[in-house]
């Protein structure tokens, strides 16, 4: 009997690395034990869960893509405020951003809220039959939606100094939210003739309020306390969070607290951050033109030889949903359709992906996209042509800018900013 | 007996079209109170401005007692917070005059509204109404929009001529389903 026991675990073992390179049982060394097969029997060292990983799982360790501050300003920064975080698009797989990495803008710097969601209240009032107030017990009693969304900063644009896909792309994201659509309520508190506008106002210190056109509201703006399968964060609103679909980043009012209906532009603080001289330029500062980015390989990432890559990237529009990618692998010169990861949803990062064979040579990697609406991304040259300006190098894509990043690939596989 | 039938009818009927207008009765009708409580949104007509009154000079004082100068420098141009007078204030044209709040921003009312919710940095909420009032008007007489005796309460303050006037863009007429800017760039 007991002779046969050591057979009968090496059976086993071997049946399970066949199986996919399980280990159970005592470890012995492989060569004593490696079957026919001829697989190592290596087992890796164990990640010691304490009471918190078991109660709120991490990542690995070796996992080590992180947030960076935008633009030059720290967060938190001299006064402990939180402003501009990117997230590291360069690492990004799918479409959903997780909600640690999830990109962060407040409106001049903001220390964040510390909401007890029990005492948390939502009220719509103004220009309605019956202004409501309303508990967060009483918003998950309502009819929900589940609908993922991205958010992009109005700071989100490419710059020759920037190195890499975060710096130059890394102020939006994209997540799952859940939550009542704003016309649900709208609906309940009955609007009145003449409800224009809306302001939305936050609980955080600086109460940040932008006003929006009702049509806005009604058409999908949703009242959100879920995020990526949990409650919204802290950092993105907790516990309440105004979604406007497309809509510029700053609309996205967190920590939200207030609704109010009124008849005109209220031109309060954000606001007056938007106000332009030029009407065409004040039309490209509220719905997120189209959009998209090539995420691998991008700007700081090094290919090793020449070969087989799938090139990666990401593509949005605040007017739908995206409808067609494509990518160019010789500098803009053929444009070739990639394919789109799964099925686009509107107003939502959707990720695509080209089959590229990279002969060694050194070239330029773009992509550009076209919504269901019709609207193409631009290159900064063809934008530059549009306002009648020379294409050089102190050109600044005015409103919100969304030209096509070029990726430069060297023969030796390193990929730099093309802007640069 | 026939006229209460009558009236118990037309309770029926009003609870029916209230229960028709409000789908799913949840939600608490809040006070006068609460509103005006919570209500801090000041439009430029400046139908929400509370009562209070404030001058240039108090203005000035307070500029230094609450803390604006630390932030923004003691004549509002040397702090480390966004600067609060023009650097080219003579410059006829007003946009080339700066993102300066007290200058650029179209109704008076905007600069009330931000000073009264956003500030001072960390104790926000705190200034009182004839406060908000007197550093507003101190904030437009150093950019030269209101004179030095000039007294600001719910009534003048909208009625401030803001140097801007209505040398700006117009919003967009934003509709679902359509091009942010039709053309653009192709």
Known sequence: MRSKRPDRRGFLKSGAALAGGLTFGATAPASAQTPASGQAHHSPPMIKEGKDEIAYGDRSKHVTSVRIAHGGRPSPDQWGLTFHIAAPLQDSVGVITPSSLHYIGTTRGSFLPDIDPREHRLMIHGLVDRPLTFTMDELKRLPSVTRIHFIECAGNRSSRRAKNVQETHGMTSCAEWTGVLLSTLLRECGLKSGATWFVAEGSEEVKGASSMPI?????????????????????????????????EGIFHTKWLRRIKIVDRYYMNYNDYGHLDRDPKVAALDYQIGPKSV?????????????GFYEISGLAWSGGGAIKLVEVSTDGGK??????????????????????????????????RCTDEIGQVQPSRAQIAKYWNRPFDATFSVPGLDNSIQPWRIASDGSVTNGFA | MALLKVLAFAVLMGATVAAQSQTYGVG???????????????????????????????????????????????????????????????????????????????????????????????????????????????????????????????????????????????????????????????
């Open chain 1, 215 to 247: 049509a806005k509201a009604m058409d999908d703006c949703i009242i959100a306390y879920g995020m990526n399968g949990e409650a919204v964060r802290p950092q993105q609103g907790f516990p309440l969070r105004l979604m406007v679909p497309g809509f």
């Open chain 1, 334 to 367: 053929r444009w070739n359709k990639a394919e789109i990861k799964g099925t686009a949803q509107r107003m939502a990062h959707a990720r695509f992906g080209y089959m590229w064979n990279w002969d060694g040579q050194p070239t330029e990697l773009l992509s």
């Open chain 2, 28 to 186: 608490r009708t809040p006070t006068a109170e609460e509103i005006r409580a919570w209500d801090i949104s000041i439009g430029p007509s400046g139908e929400e401005l509370p009562p209070g009154r404030g001058t240039v000079r108090e203005g000035a004082q307070l500029y230094l007692t609450k803390g604006c100068a630390g932030c923004h420098g003691a004549s509002g141009l040397e702090g480390k917070a966004p600067i609060l007078k023009s650097k080219n204030g003579a410059n006829p044209d007003v946009w080339a005059r700066g993102r300066i709040l007290p200058i650029r921003a179209p109704f008076a009312t905007t600069v009330w509204d931000y000073i009264n919710r956003g500030m001072p940095l960390g104790r926000e909420g705190t200034l009182t109404a004839d406060e908000v009032y007197a550093i507003t008007a101190y904030l437009l007489f150093i950019n030269d929009v209101i004179r030095e005796d000039e007294v600001l309460d719910a009534k003048t303050l909208p009625h401030v001529k803001m140097p801007i006037g209505n040398n700006y863009a117009s919003l967009p007429d934003w509709k679902p389903r359509t091009p942010r800017l039709k053309g653009y760039p192709h």
């Open chain 1, 294 to 306: 090539i995420t691998f390989p991008s700007g700081g990432q090094q290919l090793p030889g020449r």
